[in-house]
């Protein structure tokens, strides 16, 4: 099993270009994650997938960001026009269980994530 | 919604030397918690899962659960200096899915 892939590993944007990274979850996973990870706000819960269905992306900021989980296999955020606050690493997760359980089934696998750098 | 905190900022403890880490938070109903370990520039690895009240250990892991005080405590045992790293705490939300917050980490430095 290779866990989370996400790919770039690194990104270098210039201001106001757009950024898209991807992410494959561990197959057989059926909700996948997207955060952001800052030294100031650590990391922030950006948008959440279930079986590819968006379900909840009230940690994206309104204007600019998008999700989309076109199959099972892969997920991507795109940032249009980067600002250098978007500068952090994005950091993709995947659980083998979508609901409440109240168990080990639904912990976050995480991949190394990508680091965007809008110069 | 839920607020988690961390405690301390940073830790240095010495090769062998017990290494305690606190998390604090804000929702009393909350009964999902994990323990992370973040490597420089590496992913979460998951370290510990605790359910309810009470001590869960896992290897030189263990989770500490006071719901009660809305305490989430990690104890290393014998940490060595590969153990350095950012540890962070989640905490769930029951919103009828898993979404986990975390709080800002412990960078933990294990001296030999």
């Known amino acids: 099993n290779a866990g989370v892939i996400q790919t770039p590993r690194h990104k270098v944007t210039g201001k106001g270009q757009e950024a898209t990274l991807w992410c494959e979850p561990i197959s057989g996973h059926s909700a996948v994650f997207w955060y952001r990870q800052t030294i100031v706000q650590g990391l922030e819960f950006l948008t959440y997938?279930?079986?590819?269905?968006?379900?909840?992306d009230s940690g994206m900021p309104k204007e600019r960001f998008s999700a989309q989980m076109p199959n099972q296999s892969h997920s991507t955020l795109k940032i249009q026009s980067t600002q250098p606050q978007d500068s952090a690493v994005y950091l993709c997760?995947?659980?083998?269980?979508?609901?409440?359980?109240?168990?080990?089934?639904?912990?976050?696998?995480f991949g190394e994530g990508s680091r965007l750098i809008v110069v | 919604q839920q607020k988690v905190q961390q405690s301390p900022e940073s830790l240095t403890v010495s090769e062998g030397a017990m290494a305690s880490l606190n998390c604090t938070f804000s929702?009393?109903?909350?009964?999902?918690f994990r323990w992370y370990r973040q490597h420089s520039g590496k992913g979460l690895e998951v370290l510990v899962s605790?359910?309810?009240?009470g001590e869960k250990e896992e290897g030189s892991f263990t989770a500490h659960l006071n719901r009660a005080s809305l305490h989430v405590f990690l104890h290393i045992r014998e940490p060595q200096p590969s153990d350095s790293a950012l540890y962070l705490c989640?905490?769930?939300?029951?919103?009828?899915?898993?979404?986990?917050?975390f709080g800002k980490g412990t960078s933990l430095t294990v001296i030999p």
């Open positions: 989640a905490v769930s939300s029951n919103t009828g899915y898993q979404n986990f917050y």
């Open positions: 605790i359910f309810s009240d």
């Open positions: 997938f279930r079986n590819q269905a968006p379900i909840d």
């Open positions: 929702d009393r109903s909350s009964d999902n």
């Open positions: 997760a995947s659980s083998l269980e979508w609901d409440y359980t109240g168990n080990a089934g639904n912990t976050l696998y």
